[in-house]
């Protein structure tokens, strides 16, 4: 997995300065820690030159930034590679946890459904009276 922003496919609607970039290569947990991040930046960063940023999931994992200011290009674009890399390790060990974990729930499954199987062999082989 290689998260990316297709910067080739940005837009910018003009009416309110909003961009919108399209993410390559992401999932629900890279999501998640993206907008946890964008959350932590909201309340602790002031003066940045936008209102808001934003992960959407319609169609496609796109990224939005609200209200950017004239100029700002390069500093949005830096704050969301530097959001998205950020986001990138944290993304991957929840996903690690995850997989973990259901794994373990497959080994549970398993050895419920072997010893269901051997209770019925058992069961079966009683003669009846």
Avoid at 106 to 123: G, K, L, S
Wanted: a negative charge; charged letters at 35%; hydrophobic letters at 40%.
């Amino acid at each position: 997995m290689n998260p990316r922003l297709d910067w080739s496919r940005a837009e910018v609607e003009p009416a309110k300065s909003t961009l919108t970039v399209p993410v390559i290569d992401a999932d629900g947990f890279l999501k998640n820690e993206f907008q946890r991040i964008a959350h932590r930046r909201e309340q602790e960063v002031r003066g940045d030159p936008w209102v808001q940023i934003q992960w959407m999931g319609f169609r496609e994992d796109t990224i939005v930034v609200r209200e950017i200011e004239a100029g700002a290009e390069e500093a949005v674009r830096t704050a969301l590679e530097e959001m998205l890399r950020s986001a990138i390790p944290a993304a991957h060990r929840e996903r690690r946890a995850y997989d973990e974990k259901q794994a373990a729930s497959a080994r549970e499954t398993e050895q419920r459904a072997d010893e269901a199987a051997a209770m019925q062999d058992h069961f079966r082989s009683f003669k009846s009276e």
